[in-house]
């Protein structure tokens, strides 16, 4: 089903990235499963198969007809180009009803939940930690790895340091590609989980998301060097 939404709030989250809040008034309440993502339809392009873009949903789901993403601007990129310069507090922006297999299990008391990310990859993992938090689901602990070039680029920083600070069973891991800062690691999110999970064991379950060099890569380490099993490495690919 397709809605047409209102652009209620824009923020730069980063030089490259904006956050949005898109309000769908002709629903009360919006359902989807905390990972999912949304296809948008925008005026970039005369075909209409031409003119969709998929965007993961950044909020929790809370009962409401509203609806949080992250863009990033992409050097030519169309569709991010047309929301991240042109879409205005206001704008509607056509999007269908959320969609996808990106979820967690229904049951994750057992699991150790470790969510990979770099840039707007973060957008679903926000979701379902904040999903997982607010309904006081149970999990055995929660790793967000989050890698991007510069300090500027890392995306909802003080609400995951905050949860870090609070909870014994959230660690927050920030690496930087391009930028040696005395706060943060060097290198890649691959280092980091590497590490830290060096044999496989049957309660840990990985979450992949973003472009497809670092998902590639990290599915590869996980399950052919590292040995899990295929079904617990689960991922998302941006393109
Ligand atoms: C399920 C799903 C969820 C997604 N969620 C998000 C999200 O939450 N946030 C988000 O920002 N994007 C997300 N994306 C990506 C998004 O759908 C678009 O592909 C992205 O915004 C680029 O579209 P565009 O129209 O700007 O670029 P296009 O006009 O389609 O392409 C422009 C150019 O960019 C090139 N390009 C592709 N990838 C990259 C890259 N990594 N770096 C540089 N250039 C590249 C292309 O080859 C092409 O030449 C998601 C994609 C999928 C499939």
Redesign the pocket.
């Known amino acids: 089903m397709w809605y047409t939404g209102k652009i209620t709030e824009i923020k730069e989250q980063s030089p490259t990235?904006k956050a949005f809040k898109i309000k769908v008034p002709e629903v009360e309440k919006i359902d989807f499963k905390a990972g999912q993502?949304s296809v948008m339809e925008?005026p970039?392009h005369e075909r209409r198969t031409k003119r969709r873009?998929?965007?993961?949903i950044?909020n929790a789901p809370d009962g409401s007809n509203v609806l949080e993403?992250?863009?990033?601007?992409?050097?030519?990129?169309?569709?991010?180009?047309?929301?991240c310069d042109e879409a205005e507090v206001g704008t509607e922006i056509k999007l269908k009803s959320p969609g996808?297999m990106?979820y967690l299990p229904a049951d994750t008391a057992k699991k150790n939940l470790v969510f990979i990310c770099t840039?707007?990859?973060v957008?679903?993992f926000r979701s379902m930690i904040f999903d997982l938090l607010n309904h006081h689901k149970p999990f055995k602990s929660l790793h967000l790895i989050f890698g991007t070039r510069h300090e500027s680029g890392i995306l909802y920083r003080e609400e995951f340091e905050k949860l870090a600070e609070e909870r014994a069973d959230f660690s927050y891991d920030v690496v930087l590609s391009r930028e040696n800062h005395r706060d943060f690691q060097h290198g890649y999110v691959h280092e980091i989980y590497e590490e830290k999970y060096r044999r496989p064991d049957k309660n840990t379950l990985f979450y992949l998301c973003g472009?497809s060099?670092m998902v590639d890569e990290a599915v590869k380490k996980l399950t052919e060097e590292i040995g899990f099993a295929k079904e617990q490495v689960i991922f998302?690919?941006?393109?």
């Open positions: 990235t993502f925008l970039i873009r998929s965007y993961s950044a993403f992250s863009v990033v601007k992409l050097e030519g990129g169309a569709g991010s180009t047309y929301l996808g990106f840039g707007t990859g957008a679903p472009w060099g998302e690919l941006y393109g």
